[in-house]
């Protein structure tokens, strides 16, 4: 059972340092333990433990579990990194809520895995929701009657899985690697002997490694070794669904019995490739150990295809919102609707003005826009009069330049928070650590906002003395 904490954080003056003295309060961290929304966290944190439970060990208590988390995305830290600085640093202690400095490591790294586990993307949207409707006060009440206000930006984005990319002679090679490994596992529990493949195993590596290694082989010689590859996984899977039909699956394991289903369903499609090369292969699985992972065709000038999953954005007074989250390619249009449909239920009233590519002007949106009263970037449909071009022209092109926002938020979440690079290699941390890259820019937009803030409301206090 989840023993909950006193939520009132001790002052700053309050903490005991490693060698006395007092924290600073303009500290980043102090700064982010007073944005943060701790109770919320706790409450999500507290649902992913049994109530009934008051056996063994307490478990790690919320803000101690998040805030280590936020560190590790908020600094782009590896997890034994992560606990190196925090053991370190004291004002990070001070963020998860330590009363004084422990110069030992709070728990071992590799916790941060079943940490990160016990919260899910939709947790972290609700908590960025928090953040933004407590640092966002509504300036003034929503028109009488309905009415637009505000804008909103869209975009979509990839955060590319720390994958290495896939070819089809690599994969199968990892396949036979697999099976191969999976056969000497459950080896001694069967009642066979002699060869434990039908093949030479030495000579079907050195085989992968001729093509491999070759700069640009040709195509009939690629053609050739994949389908040697190939022959070799389907003759280890035909010898394992053996071995499992006699052994049973809880002498065979559960941890193989996964790997054979996903080398299955890689065998299936690179058997359908090989015997159809012009037709395209659906929800095609491109690595071994993460199959959740799809080709996400982009078409950008860096790469046409990224491997990872596809996340679609809003922005709205500079706070970025996850709109979609999946693994699976869609087509970012359809996110439109439900977008302005949360903005909606978040200010009481549809923005004003929609600026986004030509992917979400389709027809549907523009209907959805017009019957509600939303400006959609872009031109109108139809040949424009005379008196419109001029005037549409200078729209577009401010709609262009606040547009350019989005991008930026983009590439600073993928080069400074590391959205680039997904390293988690479950379907749930994925998310998770897509997601709280994007927390954590927004947690750095609210300070600025706050800073920005205070020193205005410096210069006009010190205007008022001077007049």
């Known amino acids: 059972m989840l023993r909950k904490r006193d939520r009132e954080q001790m002052s700053v003056e309050d903490f005991v340092g490693p060698i006395g003295g007092k924290l600073s309060a303009k500290n980043r961290w102090v700064k982010m333990a007073n944005v943060m929304p701790w109770d919320l966290i706790e409450e999500i944190y507290a649902k992913s433990f049994k109530n009934d439970n008051t056996e063994g060990r307490p478990p790690i208590p919320s803000r101690m ?69 407590r640092t966002h006060p509504p300036k003034d009440e929503p028109p009488e009657g309905g009415g637009n206000k505000g804008t909103m930006i869209l975009d979509a984005t990839v955060a590319p899985a720390d994958i290495r990319y896939p070819t089809d002679i690599s994969l199968l090679d990892e396949c036979r690697e697999g099976t191969e490994k999976i056969i000497d596992d459950v080896w001694d529990k069967t009642d066979r002997k002699g060869h434990k493949t039908a093949y030479n195993r ?13 700069r640009k082989p ?86 046409e295809v990224e491997f990872g999953q596809k996340i679609s954005l809003s922005i709205v007074d500079g706070f970025t919102f996850i709109e979609e989250q999946s693994w699976n390619n869609f087509a970012e249009g359809v996110t439109l609707i439900e977008s302005a449909e949360r903005f909606r239920k978040r200010h009481g009233v549809y923005p004003e003005a929609i600026l986004a590519d030509t992917t979400y002007r389709n027809r549907d949106n523009r209907a959805f826009c017009k019957e509600h009263g939303i400006r959609l970037s872009g ?44 390293y988690a290699r479950l379907t749930n941390t994925g998310e998770v650590e897509a997601a709280m890259n994007v927390l954590c820019m927004n947690v750095e937009h609210v300070l600025r906002t706050l800073l920005r803030l205070i020193f205005r409301r410096l210069v006009l206090a010190d205007l008022v003395i001077t007049a």
């Not at 709070?106 to 929701?129: C, P, Q, W």
């Not at 030495?202 to 070759?214: P, T, V």
């Not at 449909?381 to 008196?387: E, I, T, V």
């Open 218 to 303: 040709r195509r009939k010689k690629v053609r050739q070794a994949v389908h040697e590859q190939l022959e070799c996984v389907e003759k280890n899977v035909y010898a394992l669904d053996g071995i499992l039909v006699k052994i049973g699956l809880e002498a065979f394991g559960l941890p193989n019995w996964a790997r054979l289903q996903t080398i299955k369903g890689i065998v299936g499609q690179q058997r359908f490739h090989y015997d159809n090369p012009g037709e395209p292969v659906p929800n095609r699985i491109v690595s071994v150990r993460q199959p959740h992972i799809r080709p996400i065709v982009r078409g950008k000038a860096r790469s």
């Open 65 to 133: 579990a998040f805030g280590a988390l936020y560190i590790k995305e908020n600094e782009n830290f590896p997890q034994k990194r992560t606990m190196e600085h925090i053991s370190e640093n004291v004002y990070m202690q001070y963020f998860l809520g330590l009363t004084e400095f422990h110069p030992e490591p709070l728990f071992d790294s590799s916790m941060l895995t079943y940490i990160a586990a016990r919260f899910s993307k939709d947790d972290i949207k609700k908590i960025n929701e928090e953040l933004y409707r």
């Open 379 to 422: 031109p109108r449909l139809g040949r424009p009069k005379l008196s419109e071009i001029e005037a549409d022209r200078d729209q577009a092109y401010k709609d262009s330049c606040n547009r350019n926002i989005v991008e930026g938020r983009i590439g600073i979440d993928k080069r400074r928070y590391g959205l680039d690079l997904i």
């Open 202 to 214: 030495k000579k079907a590596r050195n085989g992968y490694l001729k093509i491999a290694k070759q």
